[in-house]
């Protein structure tokens, strides 16, 4: 990779990230699976809450590599193996981020929209991302229109 050539990969969850789900799947399971003898509904309602909260989490841990790849004017948007839209920065007129919260939250899972110049559009999802990475891809893809 030359020096002009960028590469901004999603890094993968830490154990600080996953500190919730431990928490939270533990004291739903503890409450959730004994209650399921007792008072099925409840034990059922605790348990199926541990399912979701460690399925939310579980997304994250098995997202595959992503990566945006810029050399020269030439974009990259890779997911696991291989790159899922490939073309030129010049022809995206602009780039829509959207992390479904008003607050930005920090990591997650978010939608980032490219609007070509030629009227239409292109979405992907992007499960591991960091805030100020997609800021950054936001404003080199306008510095480069």
């Known amino acids: 990779m030359s020096d ?17 789900m431990y928490f939270y799947v533990t ?3 503890l409450f959730g699976i004994p209650l399921l003898f007792i008072a099925f ?17 579980y997304t994250r841990i098995s997202a595959v ?5 810029i050399e020269g004017d030439c974009l990259q948007v890779i997911k696991g193996k ?6 030129s920065a010049k022809d995206i007129e602009s780039v829509d981020v959207d992390t479904f919260s008003e607050f930005q939250a920090e990591r997650g899972i978010t939608m980032v929209v490219f609007y070509f110049k030629n009227g239409t559009s292109w979405s992907f999802s992007y499960t591991n991302y960091q805030n100020k ?4 891809i936001k404003s080199i893809i ?3 229109n």
Not at 4 to 20: C, W
Not at 45 to 57: D, H
Request: charged share 20%; glycine share 6%.
């Open 4 to 20: 002009t050539d960028i590469l901004i990969e999603a890094p993968k969850p830490t154990h600080n990230d996953l500190a919730p």
């Open 27 to 29: 004291l739903l399971s």
């Open 41 to 57: 509904p409840a034990g059922f309602m605790f348990t199926f809450g541990a399912l979701i909260v460690f399925l939310y989490f």
């Open 65 to 69: 590599y992503e990566a945006f790849k």
């Open 82 to 87: 291989r790159a899922i839209w490939k073309g």
């Open 133 to 136: 990475q997609l800021k950054q």
């Open 142 to 144: 306008e510095l480069i």
